[in-house]
């Protein structure tokens, strides 16, 4: 079985930063692509980031430049280091894998965190 647990989410003042983490454990071969998500209220879950194995990254554009996206591949975590946070970031985010249980599995992108919640007040 495997897990994904969130944590760094708290309050923050506007322009303020916070460093999300979400790591993952189990039965891991190997982790493929990881993202974020975040899911405000009243509003659908959103792809935020994503980060490859290898480090390539992508970003939706209202975080560009505001938000880093980074991983370590020996600690099975994936981070998201906010900064110049806004009120229109306040949501519950989520981290989202795709991860290998054996050598000969496919990536199983079934695998989600429970989330962490993240307010920014004006």
């Known amino acids: 079985q495997v897990q994904l647990v969130e944590s760094g989410g708290g309050l923050v003042q506007a322009g303020g930063s916070l460093r999300l983490s979400c790591a993952a454990s189990?039965?891991?071969?190997?982790?493929?692509?990881m993202h974020w998500y975040r899911q405000a209220p009243g509003k659908q879950r959103e792809l935020v980031a994503s980060?490859?194995?290898?480090?390539?990254?992508t970003y939706v554009d209202p975080v560009k430049g505001r938000f880093t996206i980074s991983r370590d591949n020996a600690k099975n975590t994936v981070y998201l280091q906010m900064n110049s946070l806004k009120p229109e970031d306040t949501a519950v985010y989520y981290c989202?894998?795709?991860?290998?249980?054996?050598?000969?599995?496919?990536?199983?992108?079934?695998?989600w965190g429970q989330g962490t919640q993240v307010t920014v007040s004006s």
């Open positions: 980060i490859t194995s290898d480090g390539s990254t």
């Open positions: 189990g039965t891991i071969f190997s982790i493929g692509v």
């Open positions: 989202y894998a795709g991860v290998k249980v054996t050598r000969l599995s496919r990536y199983d992108y079934s695998y």
